[in-house]
């Protein structure tokens, strides 16, 4: 499903991509999806299918306007967590809702306030930033090897924001629609 989201710079996305090898590595098969289309990403609002596409225009006139009004920064993951959904069991990076994300955070949704309500899980009254890891089968039991691997990581280590984007986090075929430089 496709969102407006924040991505990372070059350099954040090969370590996390270099740490998701070594467990694709370690485990003997490819567990993590490693696609240079699939961004390492938070994102700020999320479209049910093709809900976004009846906003194509809007969504890149805000991602124009706000990425001209904010800077590349720096965040900081420090930890893991899980949600689960049905079967599925959701690992992700946490970090902080620092000033720099809650500002673009709230601004997206004030430029599209008229698209989903603020009881959506995204809004700025439900949001808890999170860097989703792209598991292919996430089930408890991969989930639970893979986090068991990635607790051997440095944490509070920091990656760079470095754009605001429209994509899709699909595992299998992940695209960017549109994205623009802070």
């Known amino acids: 499903m496709p969102g407006i989201t924040l991505i990372f710079d070059n350099k954040s996305n090969k370590k996390l991509e270099n740490e998701y090898k070594k467990i694709n590595k370690k485990l003997k098969k490819e567990v993590l999806s490693i696609k240079k289309e699939l961004k390492p990403h938070i994102t700020l609002m999320h479209f049910q299918s093709s809900d976004g596409d009846k906003y194509n225009n809007k969504i890149k006139s805000t ?9 590349s920064y720096k965040i900081i993951v420090n930890g893991l967590a899980i949600f689960v959904r049905g079967n599925k069991y959701i690992l992700y990076f946490t970090t902080p809702y620092n000033e720099n994300l809650r500002n673009i955070h709230k ?17 700025p009254k439900e949001f808890t930033p999170h860097i989703t890891i792209p598991i292919y089968e996430s089930n408890k039991t991969n989930t639970y090897k893979v986090m068991n691997e990635l607790t051997k990581m440095d944490f509070d280590f920091e990656l760079t924001v470095s754009d605001l984007a429209y994509i899709t986090g699909n595992l299998h075929k992940p695209k960017v629609y549109f994205k623009k430089k802070l």
Do not use: A, F
């Open 63 to 71: 991602i124009t306007k706000l990425s001209n009004k904010y800077k």
């Open 107 to 123: 601004n997206v949704w004030t430029e599209l306030k008229n698209i989903y309500p603020d009881s959506n899980v995204y809004s």
